[in-house]
């Protein structure tokens, strides 16, 4: 069964510290890794997708890495704005037509303090 | 491009009502799902559709179900409410199995 763990549960950063979070998984081999943002009262928001280990994909403050066991959201200087949940996704091989199935982790709250 | 909607926004139903939860999207997907978030849990996938006329089972379908007549519609029907049916509910849609979805914004659902 695929599994995802996400960590830390929460996050608090003043404004300009940067961090990162770890979204560890276990799949029987990864077709595709997710990381989506979700403010509250919303739906996810996509943002990266990851294939292979060693793959880094960026976007302003936000950057995502993966290796065979975990992937991390770095976060460069973040601000106020940054705030949200952060969820990781991951999906198998082979699910393409049994409804591109992806596991969620939990996800990470993270709380930029100006 | 509205993406993916979702109707309505909140509902508060009684112990054996039914309802249906409305989704549309406007971005010509062949793929579509129904998600439910509860506190501290991750997204679980009730019910998907992988074109008109198709429709499949995903990790927790018990007491949901769906139509999709369109390539743009797909409503969840919630027969018999439960509390547990109590959460969130997000409608999705990708263009094929393996790219990235997009979700709508939620329809919050409380069952007394």
């Known amino acids: 069964e695929d599994q995802v763990t996400q960590s830390p549960e929460a996050l608090r950063l003043q404004e300009g510290e940067s961090s990162s979070l770890n979204c560890s998984y276990t799949?029987?081999?990864?077709?595709?890794l997710f990381w989506y943002r979700q403010d509250p009262g919303k739906g996810p928001e996509f943002l990266f997708t990851?294939?292979?280990a060693g793959e880094e994909k960026e976007k302003e403050r936000l950057k995502a890495t993966l290796t065979k066991k975990e992937s991390f959201l770095h976060i460069t200087a973040p601000k106020p704005e940054d705030s949200a949940t952060y969820l990781c996704a991951v999906q198998a091989p082979g699910e393409e037509t049994s409804g591109s199935r992806l596991t969620f982790g939990e996800g990470t709250q993270l709380t930029v303090n100006p | 491009n509205a993406g993916v909607t979702q109707t309505p926004k909140f509902r508060i139903l009684k112990i054996g009502q039914s309802m249906t939860l409305q989704c549309t999207q406007d971005m010509n997907h062949n793929y579509m799902y129904w998600y439910r978030q509860d506190p501290g849990m991750g997204l679980k996938l009730i019910y998907y559709s992988v074109g008109a006329g198709i429709t499949d089972k995903g990790e927790v379908p018990n007491g949901y179900n769906v139509s999709r007549s369109t390539t743009e519609d797909f409503p969840l029907r919630l027969e018999l409410a439960a509390p547990s049916q109590t959460s969130v509910y997000f409608c999705a849609s990708s263009k094929t199995g393996y790219n990235e979805q997009f979700f709508g914004p939620g329809t919050r659902l409380t069952v007394l």
């Open positions: 799949v029987s081999g990864l077709r595709g």
């Open positions: 990851l294939y292979s």
